[in-house]
């Protein structure tokens, strides 16, 4: 099967700039999970969806960062504006359940200057 | 609050030596702990979960609720498992991730 699919693989921007992540899960998975990871460290939940409802939220900085899964399907993450320690791996995971294993995207590597 | 830790940040072996992996953990309730891997240029992907209680790629994890910790073991290190390793908690639905551990294996 198709794996999880992520763009934009790298991304530049400054700061108090917006960029946006799309993430395409794999079919039929019906949660989906979005991580920070930054450098040195392992990877942090930011939110995650149960088809196209929000499970959880609580680590996502709600001033500006933001999310959505239109359809239960593609979802996209949005940081606006962005700040110097926005640096890093965003990570794409889906799953067909809570408890089931997480399939991951290559990541998009975003640098805030 | 910080519930997996790795104490290692880096780990270096020789190929045919045996290597362990640390991995503690803080949960009151009933934990379930996985250990994924990301070998170079490759997704993170699951290595194995304690519920299955198998082994995977010749790795073996025991869970030791008594000592809070779930670390992760090969007899027989190869060149191919050289990769960065992450122990995970499942907790309130959610996995929380470890800071990882780079290991690498020398011929």
């Known amino acids: 099967e198709a794996g999880v699919a992520q763009s934009p693989r790298y991304k530049i921007i400054e700061k108090r700039q917006s960029v946006a992540f799309w993430c395409n899960p794999i079919?039929?998975?019906?949660?989906l999970y979005w991580y920070q990871q930054i450098l040195g460290q392992g990877p942090k939940l930011l939110i995650q969806f149960q088809n196209n409802g929000v499970v959880d939220d609580s680590q996502l900085p709600k001033d500006r960062f933001s999310a959505e899964r239109l359809k239960g399907v593609d979802s996209t993450l949005k940081i606006q504006p962005a700040k110097l320690e926005d640096s890093a791996v965003y990570l794409c995971?889906?799953?067909?359940?809570?408890?089931?294993?997480?399939?991951f995207g290559p990541g998009t590597r975003l640098t805030v200057l | 609050a910080q519930r997996v830790t790795q104490p290692e940040k880096l780990l270096s072996v020789f190929k045919g030596a045996p290597v362990e992996l640390k991995c503690n953990y803080s949960y009151s309730g009933s934990p379930e702990l996985f250990w994924y891997v990301q070998y170079s240029r490759q997704r993170l992907q699951l290595l194995l979960r304690h519920i299955s209680r198998e082994s995977i790629k010749g790795f073996t994890a025991d869970l030791n609720k008594g000592e809070t910790s779930f670390h992760l073991k090969k007899p027989f290190a190869q060149e191919e498992d050289s990769a960065m390793y992450y122990c995970?908690?499942?907790?309130?639905?959610?996995?929380?991730f470890g800071a990882g551990t780079t290991v690498t294996v020398r011929a």
């Open positions: 995971a889906s799953g067909r359940g809570v408890h089931n294993e997480q399939f």
């Open positions: 079919s039929g998975h019906a949660t």
């Open positions: 995970a908690l499942l907790w309130d639905y959610k996995l929380s």
